[in-house]
């Protein structure tokens, strides 16, 4: 990333557009930063500015502690969107990206600030079905790693250097104990088109559990599914952009 990060490390502009029609604020999965999303500006239309969202404690943030609630990241979130409002600007958020994308949406509504037009949710279950147990992230660190390990969150080649788990730690014991402790108010649903995202192996989100996003929209729906398991968007990236680029409107 090497553009205006320094002047908000909230929302990263890779290629800048200022031409731009809307800005797609990409929202990593748990202990995922924003180099989740490197590459990808470089494949949409001139039409839309790919903004990653850089979360404390990872990658250009590393020094900053990493934020284990909902409430308080939602928060600051919503600050630094609001400081940049040049276009209007739609959500993709993968995993623990998508439901902090619907909470910022719901937040941004009760400030009476313009939210997303668009909010796509990709690879989570809807905001009302909880997180099928075991609880782990106050586990000790070795029965984390190893819970983590055994449901695909923690790669073999972070797994096995300790100096590199050790630092990437921290950021993913938060990023689950916002998942794990996330409690869902009930308001009213949102006025903007929801579209759901899911690999059709996806153990920890099935799309059954991604297509009960409709519940919280009164516009459109869609459910798109893609081969593979929960880092589907990884291995079918290309795919997943056209997609992305066709339910934008471009």
């Given at each position: 990333?090497?553009?205006?990060?320094?002047?908000?490390?909230?929302?990263?502009?890779?290629?800048?557009?200022?031409?731009?029609?809307?800005?797609?604020?990409?929202?990593?999965?748990?202990?995922?930063?924003?180099?989740?999303?490197?590459?990808?500006?470089?494949?949409?239309?001139?039409?839309?500015?790919?903004?990653?969202?850089?979360?404390?404690?990872?990658?250009?943030?590393?020094?900053?502690?990493?934020?284990?609630?909902?409430?308080?990241?939602?928060?600051?979130?919503?600050?630094?969107?609001?400081?940049?409002?040049?276009?209007?600007?739609?959500?993709?958020?993968?995993?623990?990206?998508?439901?902090?994308?619907?909470?910022?949406?719901?937040?941004?509504?009760?400030?009476?600030?313009?939210?997303?037009?668009?909010?796509?949710?990709?690879?989570?279950?809807?905001?009302?079905?909880?997180?099928?147990?075991?609880?782990?992230?106050?586990?000790?660190?070795?029965?984390?790693?190893?819970?983590?390990?055994?449901?695909?969150?923690?790669?073999?080649?972070?797994?096995?250097?300790?100096?590199?788990?050790?630092?990437?730690?921290?950021?993913?014991?938060?990023?689950?104990?916002?998942?794990?402790?996330?409690?869902?108010?009930?308001?009213?649903?949102?006025?903007?088109?929801?579209?759901?995202?899911a690999g059709v192996d996806d153990p920890r989100a099935p799309p059954d559990t991604v297509a009960e996003w409709a519940y919280f929209t009164t516009?459109?729906?869609?459910?798109?599914?893609?081969?593979?398991?929960?880092?589907?968007?990884?291995?079918?990236?290309?795919?997943?952009?056209?997609?992305?680029?066709?339910?934008?409107?471009?």
């Amino acid at each position: 990333m090497n553009t205006s990060e320094a002047a908000d490390p909230w929302i990263l502009r890779p290629r800048p557009r200022p031409a731009a029609r809307l800005r797609l604020l990409c929202i990593p999965h748990a202990g995922g930063g924003a180099s989740a999303f490197r590459g990808w500006a470089e494949l949409f239309p001139e039409s839309i500015e790919v903004c990653p969202v850089q979360l404390p404690g990872r990658e250009q943030r590393l020094r900053e502690a990493p934020i284990d609630r909902l409430e308080p990241l939602v928060e600051a979130l919503a600050g630094a969107v609001l400081r940049r409002r040049e276009v209007p600007f739609a959500v993709f958020g993968h995993s623990n990206g998508a439901l902090i994308g619907f909470e910022l949406a719901r937040r941004l509504r009760r400030l009476g600030e313009a939210g997303p037009v668009h909010l796509v949710a990709s690879g989570r279950r809807a905001p009302h079905v909880p997180p099928p147990p075991p609880l782990t992230h106050g586990l000790p660190d070795d029965e984390f790693v190893a819970e983590l390990s055994r449901l695909g969150g923690i790669p073999a080649q972070v797994r096995d250097h300790p100096e590199l788990l050790e630092l990437i730690l921290p950021v993913l014991r938060a990023d689950v104990a916002i998942h794990e402790t996330y409690e869902y108010q009930d308001e009213a649903p949102l006025e903007i088109p929801i579209t759901g995202y899911a690999g059709v192996d996806d153990p920890r989100a099935p799309p059954d559990t991604v297509a009960e996003w409709a519940y919280f929209t009164t516009r459109e729906f869609a459910l798109r599914t893609f081969p593979g398991g929960h880092f589907y968007l990884a291995s079918d990236r290309d795919r997943v952009i056209q997609q992305l680029v066709r339910d934008l409107g471009a």
